[in-house]
């Protein structure tokens, strides 16, 4: 099945740095979502970004699907964005399954 | 309010015992999906559904069920087979592409 890489696992910023998260993915996709999943685990949507880029307040991404990869941009970074991030695919052949890389551990600190 | 809700969202279990984990939606969703995650893991996908009365295994399927006889409603049950059910469960839905999910249920076998 369709393999899906983040980078960095873990990263450790200063509020107002921006960072940059990658995800990697080994085929095609129909579908890519970025997540946001807080201390208490809900998973909140970002992006829905099978190509192209979007743009949502401090928050962007950027999907280049004949490449296989997507960026997730954060500016000027808050406390309020610590917590996990996923990207997930639905390749090519599956429909409707969501395939998850293992995420990104964000810590912002004051 | 429009979403999707599960209950509980805490459980305990002794081994050997059942037991069924709720999801409900009133999106008018046609696809309803049961994720798994781990510690430190991203989420994998035990059952889906694109209809009702209609469903089918996801990667971990083996010692779960489900059943689908309302578009609202997908309920999971964790049966005794499943031989390392301490997990957190996410429901989530989706009308086209992009999938929404609940708050999560967190079961712990003691």
């Known amino acids: 099945g369709i393999q899906v890489e983040q980078s960095p696992p873990d990263l ?15 085929d095609s996709v129909n579908n890519l979502q970025w997540f946001h999943q807080n201390p208490w685990g809900q998973l909140i949507n970002l992006f829905y970004i099978p190509s192209g880029t979007k743009q949502n307040g401090r928050l962007s991404a950027t999907t280049v699907a004949t490449e296989r990869y997507s960026l997730l941009y ?13 990207c997930a695919v639905v390749s090519g052949g599956s429909n409707y399954k969501l395939t998850f890389g293992k995420g990104t551990l964000l810590t912002v600190n004051p | 309010d429009g979403g999707i809700t599960q209950s509980p969202k805490y459980l305990f279990r002794k ?5 069924t984990l709720s ?28 209809i009702v009365n209609d469903f089918q295994k996801g990667d971990i399927a083996e010692g779960y069920s489900v059943s689908r006889e ?7 049950t964790v049966t005794s087979a499943q031989k390392n059910p301490t997990a957190f469960y996410l429901c989530a839905s989706s009308k086209s592409n992009e999938q929404f999910f609940g708050p999560g249920t967190r079961l712990t076998v003691l």
């Open chain 2, 23 to 50: 999801c409900e939606q009133n999106l008018n969703h046609d696809a309803m999906y049961w994720y798994r995650q781990d510690p430190g893991q991203g989420l994998r996908l035990i059952y889906y559904s694109q």
């Open chain 2, 15 to 19: 081994e050997g015992q059942n037991v």
């Open chain 1, 12 to 26: 450790i910023l200063q509020e107002g740095a921006n960072s940059t998260l990658r995800c990697n993915f080994s």
């Open chain 2, 70 to 76: 309302k578009k609202e409603s997908f309920p999971l």
């Open chain 1, 74 to 86: 954060i500016s000027s970074s808050q406390t309020t964005d610590s917590g996990v991030y996923f």
